[in-house]
């Protein structure tokens, strides 16, 4: 269960997540035990599994949405502990950023009534991020939904939605995605925009860990986590 | 200071735990109430003012006050559960919430046996029998959220929770329910005051709520394991008892 | 880089999603007026009998639709995956959890305050009542909003959420219901109320102060 192969990159030796003996028991049923895994800078991981798994749960925890039975997860580099108060702003030192993570779950984190440019700007702000209206159309447009931004997110195809969602990666300064089923609703084209994006952000030192069922066609190398189905 | 306690966080030891203690509970029950029942109800002297109808009362004071320090003790289960994470605590939790529920039911349903002779009627909103059918809906509050979850580790924080703001809202739904209304006559036992009924009656009533202890402990304890059991079904520990269990 | 208020930003969010759902934000006002009605129709319609029963009914209709109007706290933001984006933002959840509540309170309370006269009128009460009736749902509705936020927020992950809820908060608001009433009945009588005021005042401080670390816990309880 622990990935071992190991991948050459300019910046692997740099650890962003680290997590060691996790284990997660959900409907009293054990889904992993004792499971560690770590993060590098540079890294692109593909975690595979059966339906069932407990993927999303690994995911969950490695966030911190979910507390695991044992066992824990260090992010490095966080400027600011889970607790921090909403107002002031500290001056960051050197090497620390206020979001090493960002989390896009199954769930897209979309308010129906709400536009995109609306849905993305909320969701920068209550990162703390200021933004710009020309900035987030121009993201859109990159993302393939010139016209639909000022639609209601709810009249909206699930693959559009999808995309405005992970628009949001270009939004938070961050150095590992974690990402579940990103490339659900996506058509060929848009998995393809997507795998490219992340290809980008992993190339430039970022580090990537996401769910697919579907094989990762990247053009770096992926390296495979796999969670095996318990009963 | 609590390191005597953490071994029991364990379901084999807690399970262990209620197998040592329950044959004193069950023995404290059986001649508590067969004692406290048979005195109060046969040989205690009759009531100058209410007759031979305030003998319920040893079957309603035990299960009123203790109702309510059940509930205290399933909010404190809970509140364990809460801190330590600790399953066996949960399961206390939910384990105590029936037992307290059918007490508080036994407490209004003989309160309003007594009322009969007493008031002539079969309810009256006074302001005990009112907090305990509130503690009632209480029990039923935190016993429903517990079973609508399907995880049951999820069930027990929130059940948790919900048993907190009931505990902390119990004193003051006693004040406000008090304050409504003051028909009910003045408590009969205050531990410093002298109490207003006669030490002949005094004493089984005492035996009652002693034996009331008892018989919530046995239920307890005995739903508990139960609980222990049929979640860990499939540990190595409980496998090789139900083996045993099946061999004699 | 410029950089914003979070906690403002979700304050006017959810101001602006209160308002394209303002439809919604009418039922339970209009289900609030319409179990006052039945009253009448019911008990008859005599003007002394109404007068004594009207806070009373008044303050169990005000509890049964913010029952009704409490659901929807927090089920849009837990089912589309704001609640969980939130959880990870470096906001205070607590603070976050309580500037909901306000704006909710501000949505479905607000408007049941400024009706009351309304109400006052259909079950005759004297003015001396009305100001008494109005400065008890004035203390008295932000704690409905605050407790029934916990219990909102535990019950927020499963499927059928609306009665559970009314079990679970029903005994919880009974002081306040107590309480309340009587303080208009006190001023019906020409009494002193402000003891009954004071108490609910005491109450609703000790929510503010509590209540919204309950249900950041509780919010994270049902994302588990």
Avoid at chain 1, 22 to 36: A, N, Y
Avoid at chain 1, 186 to 199: K, N, P, R, Y
Wanted: glycine share 8%.
């Amino acid at each position: 269960m622990n990935g071992k192969t190991s991948i050459t990159s300019n910046y692997t030796d740099i650890l962003r997540l680290n997590a060691q003996g996790l284990s997660c028991i959900k409907q009293d049923r054990i889904l992993f035990e004792d499971f560690s895994i770590q993060v590098h800078a540079g890294e692109l991981i593909h975690l595979v599994g059966p339906n069932g798994a407990g993927k999303t749960s690994l995911l969950r925890i490695l966030v911190g949405l979910s507390e695991p039975e044992t066992g824990g997860v260090i992010v490095t580099d966080a400027a600011r502990s889970e607790t921090a108060s909403f107002s002031g702003t500290e001056t960051p030192s050197e090497n620390k950023i206020d979001y090493p993570l960002l989390y896009l779950g199954h769930k897209l984190g979309l308010n129906q009534y709400l536009s995109s440019v609306e849905n993305l700007a909320y969701w920068a702000n209550m990162h703390g991020i200021a933004t710009d209206q020309h900035e987030l159309y121009a993201l859109l447009a990159r993302f393939n939904l010139v016209g639909l931004e000022d639609v209601p997110s709810g009249q909206l195809s699930a693959g559009q939605q999808r995309r405005v969602s992970l628009a949001r990666t270009q939004l938070l300064h961050t150095h590992v995605w974690i990402l579940d089923e990103p490339f659900t609703s996506l058509d060929v084209s848009g998995v393809a925009f997507i795998q490219d994006l992340v290809d980008d952000f992993v190339a430039q030192g970022g580090a990537v860990l996401m769910t697919s069922h579907q094989a990762l066609q990247s053009r770096l190398p992926v390296k495979t986590v796999t969670l095996e189905y318990r009963l | 200071m609590f390191n005597w306690l953490h071994p029991y966080a364990k379901t084999e030891r807690a399970y262990a735990l209620c197998n040592t203690l329950l044959p004193y509970f069950f023995v404290t029950a059986v001649v508590g109430l067969l004692v406290g029942f048979i005195w109060g109800l046969a040989f205690a002297p009759t009531d100058y003012q209410q007759g031979d109808s305030f003998r319920i009362i040893y079957i309603h004071v035990p299960s009123a006050i203790l109702s309510m320090s059940t509930y205290v003790a399933m909010a404190i289960a809970g509140f364990v559960g809460l801190v330590w994470q600790w399953k066996t605590a949960y399961m206390s939790m939910i384990a105590i919430a029936p037992v307290g529920a059918v007490l508080t039911f036994i407490s209004l349903f003989t309160g309003a046996a007594w009322g009969k002779p007493m008031w002539g009627t079969w309810w009256i909103w006074d302001a005990r029998l009112t907090a305990q059918l509130i503690l009632f809906f209480l029990y039923l509050g935190v016993m429903a959220l517990y079973g609508a979850f399907s995880d049951k580790t999820q069930a027990g924080k929130s059940a948790a929770i919900m048993a907190l703001v009931g505990v902390i809202n119990i004193p003051i739904i006693h004040y406000s329910v008090e304050w409504w209304n003051t028909l009910h006559q003045g408590a009969t036992i205050t531990k410093f005051g002298k109490p207003s009924i006669a030490l002949s009656m005094l004493w089984p009533l005492l035996i009652s709520i002693v034996g009331t202890v008892g018989l919530i402990g046995t239920l307890v304890m005995m739903n508990l394991k139960n609980q222990i059991l049929r979640r860990e079904l499939h540990r190595p520990w409980v496998i090789a008892l139900l083996q045993k269990t099946e061999q004699r | 880089m410029k950089s914003v208020n979070p906690l403002t930003s979700i304050i006017k969010r959810d101001l602006v999603l209160a308002y394209r759902q303002k439809a919604e934000l009418l039922q339970p006002l209009l289900f609030f007026v319409m179990v006052i009605t039945l009253f009448p129709l019911g008990i008859g319609p005599g003007p002394e009998t109404l007068q004594k029963v009207g806070p009373g009914v008044i303050w169990v209709a005000a509890i049964l639709s913010a029952l009704l109007g409490m659901d929807k706290l927090f089920r849009d933001d837990f089912n589309d995956g704001s609640l969980e984006q939130l959880q990870l933002a470096h906001v205070s959840l607590s603070w976050a959890m309580f500037a909901k509540v306000f704006v909710h309170w501000c949505g479905s309370f607000l408007p049941l305050l400024l009706i009351s006269p309304l109400l006052a009128l259909f079950l005759n009460l004297t003015p001396a009542m009305y100001w008494a009736l109005i400065q008890t749902l004035a203390l008295g509705t932000p704690l409905l909003s605050l407790i029934g936020a916990i219990a909102v927020a535990l019950t927020v992950g499963l499927q059928r959420g609306g009665v559970l809820l009314s079990l679970l908060l029903i005994p919880v608001f009974i002081p306040l219901l107590i309480f309340a009433t009587s303080a208009v009945d006190s001023a019906a009588m020409g009494l002193n109320y402000a003891p009954q005021l004071a108490i609910i005042g005491a109450m609703l401080c000790f929510a503010v102060a509590i209540t919204p670390f309950a249900i950041s816990y509780a919010i994270r309880v049902s994302h588990h």
